[in-house]
């Protein structure tokens, strides 16, 4: 189970917090687009121009939140996106070879829509906790 984040944060700089609900903006468009058009979730999610320069700008301004709570959002969204593509790679790489008996596609489906569901899980719970100014779980 994960446990809440503990201790003192410094506060952050307010460009800071803006930047982070952009960057979830970004995931969110990701997600919405998967649930609106025919790509599924996670794909959209994972190979979208608007989640790829997300988790870009996670990276490039990490340094900048460390130490206050926004760090663990940072954390939380890097996270989902590695998480994701690595849960889809295994998902592919089981599915694959089970795709000559038909079974594939379906075990494929299936876990392409599970780990969607996670992923807009992570992008919606981590957005609510930012605004109501929490850190997210480690």
């Known amino acids: 189970m994960e446990r809440p984040l503990t ?5 952050p700089d307010p460009s800071d917090v803006t930047w ?3 960057i979830y903006a970004l995931h969110g468009f990701g997600v919405l687009f998967g649930v609106l058009t ?4 996670v794909t959209s999610f994972l190979f979208s121009l ?11 301004r990490r340094d900048r939140v460390r ?21 889809i790679a295994v998902a592919a ?3 694959v070879p089970l795709m000559l008996i038909v079974v594939g596609f379906i075990t494929l489906w299936l876990a392409a829509v599970a780990i969607g569901a996670w992923v807009l899980y992570r ?4 957005w609510l906790r930012l605004s109501s100014r929490q850190p997210m779980y480690v």
């Not at 992008?123 to 981590?126: A, C, L, M």
């Open 93 to 95: 790489a089981l599915s």
């Open 20 to 22: 982070t609900h952009v």
């Open 38 to 41: 025919s790509a599924m979730v």
């Open 67 to 87: 130490g206050t709570f926004l760090e663990s959002h940072f954390r939380w969204q890097i996270r989902t996106f590695w998480f994701a593509l690595l849960w």
């Open 123 to 126: 992008v919606v719970r981590g």
């Open 50 to 60: 608007p989640s790829i320069v997300a988790v870009v700008m996670n990276y490039i």
């Open 7 to 11: 201790g003192t944060f410094v506060a």
